[in-house]
């Protein structure tokens, strides 16, 4: 399994934005402080913003921020909002070529072993990756945020 560098921008960016919840971050910020692709970045920040994970405002003031507290935002739900097409082998998406694919088990297995990635990945929140306040000091300062 292989999250796309899409993906691994929006995780990053709720990450940052749930360093300080309390308060709003320029996508150029975000994207300066991870050093990617602000373009990139700005488009993962707008579908986030659409699903209403996040909150925007343009111009002077504004920003992005958290649409919700990071205790009620699951890994597993964003990672699904950003990888709606994510599936572990080419059999296991809609109108395959595979010719074996009637016969062979392995759509089954790998359907399962999907299943139990995002098993995981549901029983953590936003805020779990955050909640050790070791690691949070340690991630604020890395991203050179304040630690109020």
Same mark, same amino acid.
């Given at each position: ?17 749930? %360093?300080?919840?309390?308060? %709003? =971050?320029?996508?150029?910020?975000? =994207?300066?402080?991870?050093?990617? %692709? ?5 488009? @993962? ?6 699903? !209403? @994970? ?7 003031? !504004? !920003? ?24 572990? @082998? ?37 805020? +779990? ?8 000091? +340690?991630?604020?300062?890395? $991203?050179? $945020?304040?630690?109020?």
């Amino acid at each position: 399994m292989r999250l796309t560098q899409y993906t691994d921008y929006g995780l990053r960016l709720l990450i940052y934005l749930a %360093s300080a919840p309390d308060q %709003s =971050a320029s996508v150029r910020e975000v =994207a300066d402080a991870y050093d990617i %692709s602000r373009a990139h970045l700005n488009k @993962v920040a707008l579908q986030l913003t659409a699903a !209403g @994970v996040l909150t925007a405002r343009r111009g002077r003031g !504004g !920003g992005v921020w958290l649409g919700s507290p990071p205790d009620r935002i699951l890994l597993g739900t964003v990672i699904r909002l950003l990888e709606p097409d994510f599936h572990f @082998v080419e059999c296991m998406r809609p109108g395959n070529q595979c010719v074996i694919t009637p016969a062979c088990r392995l759509r089954e297995i790998c359907q399962q072993a999907q299943e139990a990635v995002f098993a995981v990945f549901d029983r953590y929140t936003l805020a +779990a990756l955050l909640e050790d306040t070791e690691r949070r000091d +340690a991630v604020c300062a890395l $991203l050179g $945020l304040s630690q109020d």
